[in-house]
């Protein structure tokens, strides 16, 4: 919503869309109205200096040319800046000369596509002599829109819709006008959308750089001036605002993968006893008559490998393995693991 603000050219939907924005999110609608209007709309453009160009749009189309230049050293990044700059102005030259068409492709089909339009609007003259009048669009049925009037001031080149005013370039109701006249459509157009002075803006001429021995060095030196330098102390912050791209999500905890059946082990977390709690037990243990001294006749110690071995870290993962995990016989990777398994 707040693009469509900033990108009308009509002072009636920028406050219908301002009351929208109060009444959906106050935050937002006092934000904008803390920032001067001039700064962020095209309908309070003063003297139309945009030319219906928004700062976003014009700050994409630069991103878009030097695609790839981030993280580069300066000397790559000089060199890549310039050989874009020549690609550049030898593809637009080159479309120039292939256009035959009174504007270039992109405004060329724009062109078109609002003189198509123009055919559905009715035209009624107010004033002959002040070149004043009354456009009437075609009324749309569907979604209840159009019909609405606006007023054209052919010598001024104005219209209520402000589009040909801001883009300089003829809105469908100054092409409508233009038609009814039987004047010529170009004439509505600024003369820098012409195909001649495209072509002109992109005919001039690069040389390749030089070896690095012919260049032909400054006899003077660059010194810059250190009291324009700003340092601040401190951690760099961030002034752009987070969104979710900025959130990290801690991974979740997973077993290991067996390189028989690859299936995942569950995760089982296995305490090893404390040694405290041995202690603790054999002293609560009751007497047996015998004397301490004795040696240890082994009659009472479990065996290791029979049942009444406490299971240690290895028998709980193995108990928590696949049924159906068993190695491969085909398989050259055999691993302890699968070895344990096997038995």
Known sequence: MCWEIGSTSQERKYERLMKELEMTNKEAWRYLQGIEESKWTLLYDRGNRRWGNLTTNISESMNNVLRGVRLLPIRALMEYTFKRDVEQYAKHYQMGIDCMTAFPGRMWGLFHAREIRARQHRVYTYSARDQRYMVETNQQTSDESGGSPYTIEYDKQTCTCCKWQIYRFPCSHALAVCHFKRKDP??????????????????????????????????????????????????CRARRMHNEMDTSYPEERTGRRCSGCKQIEEVVNVEEPSPFVEQDVEQQQPPTGEDEHDPPTGEDEPHPGTDEESPNFDDAYLLNRSPSCSPDPDSDDTTDTDARISF
């Open 186 to 235: 170009k004439q509505t157009a600024n003369s820098r959308f012409y195909t001649e002075i495209y072509h002109a803006q992109y005919n001039n001429q690069y040389y390749p750089v030089p070896h690095i021995d012919d260049w032909v060095f400054a006899d003077w030196t660059l010194f810059g001036d250190k009291s324009s330098i700003t340092v601040v102390r401190g951690k």
